[in-house]
């Protein structure tokens, strides 16, 4: 491994031998690698954003929101998991378009792909899916997004991204509910509610709600910020319903050494669940959680909280919607984040997006299908063209089995983590992740100075929650990466 | 013109010389197609669907609701304004994918661009727009969607798809009302406000609406179904906003025979429009109209009813939202249709998707920026693929003069149903669209009947509201091909 590594303006080259100390395992992807082309480590050039690239932001500015801006790209000088500014700067990116890139900028194989005459077909010709599929629309499904479907679960519905996959499962779920209370799939609706919901009123307008927790993040359109509950500024001023929320449980770290307050708290939030599921006063159709609430900042729970939450919910003849926007496809070390829980009955249903490029949610239960055409409809229904991106996706991740070698990447990134916390305790807190692939965050006080400086030193990161630091590396992500974002970190951690 | 035309099962082939019986006009749409590669005419060699699209039904059926499926479409064999199906049938396709092919299938100018290597990139390097756009994407918005931008706006925020176009803009309403009643972008928010908007109550969840008309169709997400108006099997089961709905004019035709009795019926919905306005529990924050109410039938206006409602909304400080998602991109021979109101005053918003396969909402008061950052945000807030392909359309609409075109033939073909209307009065009911370019409709007691009869003659038509034929062809549709829907209609309700 010979990187010329990134040149900090005023600093020394940070010498990659360093790296050495940390503790090693074998991992294949230290050989090189997986697609030619990426750069061997970092390069900062400029302040960021540098001079170019504040030219190219005022000149956005007049046109598009920039406030939110974290840095301009070019995309057409990233590779694997470098990402490039139009000042020359080069960044190992562990954000990867908030956690949306699954295989590395410019991947090639997936550009072959993008260039197919399949691809252009699908981008000029796009369908209305839902009454005007293309002939191989099935065969698609079946080799790609039903691939990759969740274990118990056979039957998909496509929608755009993550916000309008969980809404469209809502929709699924209340259709379902108020089907069960009328009676079954053949009783028709009444003339009232028929008439009723033209209004917006009862019984059209069914009078149920979602179930979310404390802390979640699973969108922000009407319906699923209803169910958000991460930050205020995300919501404040929006029309909401008033749909109930559950705390998530907040675990207390080592999780070792607080196994029996963590397993108390846990039963606390599970109380409040089934609480709240009996007592509402809009009873919920479904409950929605993530794997590993991620923009709420990477707040875990046990497998035997989900295993619990999937019997009371059962118990309540709820459904369960796992939101697997941002942990599904890989990162967590296993397809999809809730493979983790063993759970004997699968999720009724399953939403993803992000570094699936393509969203929807999965289903099993044929039940699920509305009783009638038209009830869960739209004019595009999906993406053939994020489809097709899907299934090389899935073809590329089998290939090189990055599943496991993000487990085992993850596994290596953690116990160095471990070292750093030991260190520098007071930078890194609240480590959490173990075994969950390279899906690992920790707090710190000075998490925004952190990520500024992150930068500074050739490292793009991201933050969640109030505190978190949250690396969300690519699945191409490798041992040799891991060093440098070591390597980073601890100068960073020292130079503040 | 030497039309080769449809074989129809049994049937006589249709001699396309009786076409010319029409009334002719200017068109130099009849000199030949606008590119090369068109069928020239519909072939209908099998029942629709036939054999193989039965077989590929059925596999699909097992993975995907197909209960709303209207044909299988092979859009490798499809051309211009033909659209083919497996077994090998070539339709005229005047309904275009729900009215969202702008340059018909296979459009050879717009493959080049689905091929480039700048498509490329945009399909496999997809950007968290936000945060990390691309160097050349302000330049993309310029040169693209910001050219097409309505009269007075000069501001885009992107989206994925009509439904979400909506919300967003809706978002902007709420956000820009409350910070109006707050006291102006610099009063922050209370304590109060961010603690309770968390648990989704007022006053951080704002008290406010959308007042939306009756018949309109705005969308299928929580927050756009409540404004949804069109039929009861959308919106059943489904929770909603109690937010006001006004009546849409209910015009009766022909226009110039009732001109007294609809400035009533206009006058009454603009009453009615500012009664709930000032007197709705939860005020609304904007007013969303379609110029012509699509899905819920084609339902039309007159320019002076839009002017009184944007003066209305300007009296009352409640924003204008223009819904141009099936209006929008020249189709009714205008670029926006609400360029056929003449306002003074633009619209605050206007939202688009389909033909501009892009979506999202226009604006141009800056204020409608939220005062802070990650308030209107999302991970991928649009698609970089969609922007390149509009900016195709909009080069490819500019150099053929399509929109000025559309005008023409849809005059061509509005001239020539009123003939058909006064032959067959009982099939062809208030006929409307007149100098709206092709956005055309009529209603009939036996409309299903007449959508499915035309697909045996060769014409892939669509219905609306409950008993009209809406026309929507693509840009690209021409004299010729205005003959043989013609002729095809009349054929139809010769034999029903």
Known sequence: ????????????????????????????????????????????KTTIPGPKSQKLLQELDTVFDTRSLNMICDFTKSHGNYLSDPDGNVLLDVFAQIASIPLGYNNPELLKIASSPEMASGIVNRPALGSFPSHDWADLLKTGLLR????????????????????TAFKAAFMYRRQFERGGPEVDFTAEELASVMDNKAPGAAQLSILSFKT???????????????????????????????????????????????????????????????????????????????????????????????????????????????????????????????????????????KAQAAGFYFG???????????????????????????GIINEIEKHDLVNHTAKVGNYLFDNLQGLARKYPEHFQ????????????????????????????????GGSGASAVRLRPMLVFQKHHADILLETLEKVVKSI
């Open 430 to 461: 609240n480590l959490r992740g173990k075994d969950r692939g390279t899906f690992i965050a920790f707090d710190s006080p000075k998490r925004d100075e952190i990520l500024k400086k992150a930068k500074e030193f050739g490292v793009n990161m």
């Open 1 to 44: 491994m010979s990187l010329a590594r990134a040149r900090v303006l005023g600093r020394p080259a940070l010498a990659v031998s360093r790296a050495r100390c940390f503790a090693t395992s074998s991992i294949r992807a230290s050989a090189g690698p997986f697609y030619a082309g990426e750069p061997s480590g970092p390069q900062v």
């Open 148 to 167: 990759a479907a969740p274990k118990g679960l056979d039957q998909v519905f496509t929608a755009m991204a993550g916000s309008d996959a969980n809404e």
């Open 365 to 391: 239960n044929p039940g699920l299908r509305p009783n009638k055409p038209y009830r869960q409809f739209n004019t595009w229904m999906g993406d053939p063209v994020r489809a097709l991106l899907f299934r």
């Open 216 to 354: 979640g993040f699973h969108g922000r359109l009407l319906g699923s910020l209803s169910t958000t509950r991460s930050k205020a500024i995300h919501k404040v001023d929006i029309p909401a319903f008033d749909w109930p929320q559950a705390t998530f449980p907040q675990l207390k770290y080592p999780l070792e050494e607080n196994a029996a307050e963590n397993a108390r708290i846990e039963q606390a939030s599970l109380d409040e669940v089934e609480h709240l599921i009996t007592s509402w006063h809009l009873p919920p159709a479904a409950v929605i959680v993530e794997p590993i609430q991620s923009e709420g900042g990477d707040n875990h729970a046990s497998p035997e909280f989900f295993q619990k939450l999937r019997a009371l919910t059962k118990k309540h003849n709820v459904l369960l919607i796992v939101d697997e926007v941002q942990t599904g496809v890989g990162a967590t070390g296993k397809f999809w984040a809730h493979d983790h829980w063993n759970l004997q009955d699968p999720p009724d249903l399953v939403t993803f997006s992000k």
